[in-house]
């Protein structure tokens, strides 16, 4: 492939992986902003938001847990367009482990269900978004999240059905 900008390799894969994740960040806050607040929070709030779930009724921690794996995906992509793939990468691992909370719980929580599985669908579709904007060297870590988020995702939409 010619590089036309005269950019060395990785600075043109940089440009293009930065230029991609920004469309994607663009194009579906249209989407989101209607339905989800997109606005992130600084690492403070965000342990504050941790805590409330942690020490949430059972019945409300599905969702509570499922709005953190939404606002820790949404910061894994900001850090991954700012170039902080480790700190992207470890916001991901967070996320792998609310997921597993979310999985657990499942069965204890019957309060805003649909919400949940709109969120979860909503935070798939980004890190769909994201992995196909991502470098050979972030897929892995990714895919294993994607994955784990599909499967909760199935299970929250099972449980929708389940209670309606």
Same mark, same amino acid.
């Given at each position: 492939?010619?590089?036309? &900008? +005269? *950019? @060395? #390799? &990785?600075?043109?894969?940089?440009?293009?992986? %930065?230029?991609?994740? *920004?469309?994607?960040?663009?194009?579906?806050?249209?989407?989101?902003?209607?339905?989800?607040?997109? $606005?992130? @929070?600084?690492? =403070? $709030?965000?342990? =504050?938001?941790?805590?409330?779930?942690? =020490?949430?009724? @059972?019945?409300?921690?599905?969702?509570?847990?499922?709005?953190?794996?939404?606002?820790?995906?949404? /910061?894994? +992509?900001?850090?991954?367009?700012? #170039?902080?793939?480790?700190?992207?990468? %470890?916001?991901?691992?967070?996320?792998?482990?609310?997921?597993?909370? /979310?999985?657990? +719980?499942l069965a204890n929580d019957t309060k805003r269900l649909k919400n949940a599985e709109q969120l979860m669908q909503h935070t798939t579709?980004?890190?769909? #978004?994201?992995?196909? %904007? %991502?470098? &050979?060297?972030?897929?892995? $870590?990714?895919?294993?999240?994607?994955?784990q988020l599909d499967q909760v995702q199935d299970e929250l939409l099972t449980q929708v059905f389940k209670h309606n």
């Amino acid at each position: 492939m010619r590089q036309a &900008s +005269g *950019l @060395p #390799g &990785s600075l043109h894969r940089s440009t293009r992986f %930065a230029a991609l994740l *920004l469309a994607l960040v663009f194009c579906s806050h249209a989407h989101a902003s209607a339905t989800f607040d997109t $606005t992130l @929070p600084d690492e =403070q $709030t965000l342990s =504050q938001l941790e805590q409330r779930a942690q =020490q949430a009724h @059972p019945r409300e921690q599905c969702f509570l847990y499922t709005e953190l794996v939404h606002v820790m995906t949404e /910061i894994a +992509g900001k850090e991954m367009l700012d #170039g902080n793939v480790e700190q992207a990468s %470890a916001m991901l691992k967070r996320v792998e482990r609310y997921a597993q909370l /979310i999985h657990l +719980g499942l069965a204890n929580d019957t309060k805003r269900l649909k919400n949940a599985e709109q969120l979860m669908q909503h935070t798939t579709y980004r890190l769909n #978004g994201l992995l196909r %904007a %991502a470098s &050979s060297d972030d897929r892995e $870590t990714l895919k294993s999240t994607l994955k784990q988020l599909d499967q909760v995702q199935d299970e929250l939409l099972t449980q929708v059905f389940k209670h309606n």
